[in-house]
């Protein structure tokens, strides 16, 4: 079985990013049944992971994640992460 989801980005607001120590862990309740069973689970990252505050200039949000991140999609139950998405460049 395989469990697809899509457009992953763990954000509060625009403003202020989730960091490790605010994640809510339980943030895949509703599909963490889903995600652990499936023998292949995969989501697409719609930020990419960077500490960095160089943002490029763009219209609309440049938008990131701690790379800590990783650590909760794998926690998740994630075995794939894609990261070709029109925010990848964002920083």
Excluded: R, W
């Amino acid at each position: 079985s395989v469990f697809v989801s899509g457009d992953f980005c763990p954000l509060k607001d625009k403003k202020n990013l989730l960091m490790p120590k605010n994640i809510n862990k339980n943030i895949f309740d509703e599909f963490s049944e889903f995600i652990q069973n499936a023998e292949l689970s995969i989501t697409n990252l719609e930020c990419p992971l960077t500490t960095s505050d160089c943002a490029i200039k763009k219209i609309g949000p440049n938008i990131k994640v701690h790379p800590d991140t990783a650590k909760l999609l794998k926690d998740a139950g994630f075995n794939l992460v894609t990261l070709a998405n029109n925010h990848i460049y964002d920083f």
